[in-house]
């Protein structure tokens, strides 16, 4: 069973960045063959995609977050990162990490809050 566990949330001022991690464990695989993604839900909003990368490094990027994320991997600690920079309110969300590109999702862990007021 794949579990995944996000770190590195918190609340920040508008302009502020953050640095989220996602460690994928639970299994003998890697994640590396594997095209992975940030989502994030807002209160009363449904999740949603934010940034994804494939197995081949290529990336993807919501409009709104477009020039200010970041996402990649670090496939030997099975860890997928997401850099978040120039920080607004509208980002204010839990954040999510699991598979991308696909249907297909593993359970879903807690998620990390990201806060961002003056």
């Known amino acids: 069973q794949v579990q995944l566990v996000e770190s590195g949330g918190g609340s920040v001022q508008p302009g502020g960045s953050l640095r989220l991690s996602c460690a994928v464990s639970?299994?003998?695989?890697?994640?590396?063959?594997?095209?992975m993604g940030w989502y994030r839900q807002a209160p009363g909003k449904q999740r949603e995609l934010v940034a994804s990368i494939g197995s081949g490094g290529s990336t993807n990027y919501a409009d709104a977050v477009k020039g200010r994320f970041t996402i990649s991997r670090g496939n030997a600690e099975n860890t997928v990162y997401l850099q978040m920079n120039t920080l607004q309110p509208d980002d204010t969300a839990l954040y999510y990490c699991n598979r991308a590109g696909t249907t297909i999702r593993w359970s879903w862990g807690q998620g990390t809050q990201v806060t961002v007021s003056s």
């Open positions: 639970g299994s003998i695989f890697i994640i590396s063959s594997y095209t």
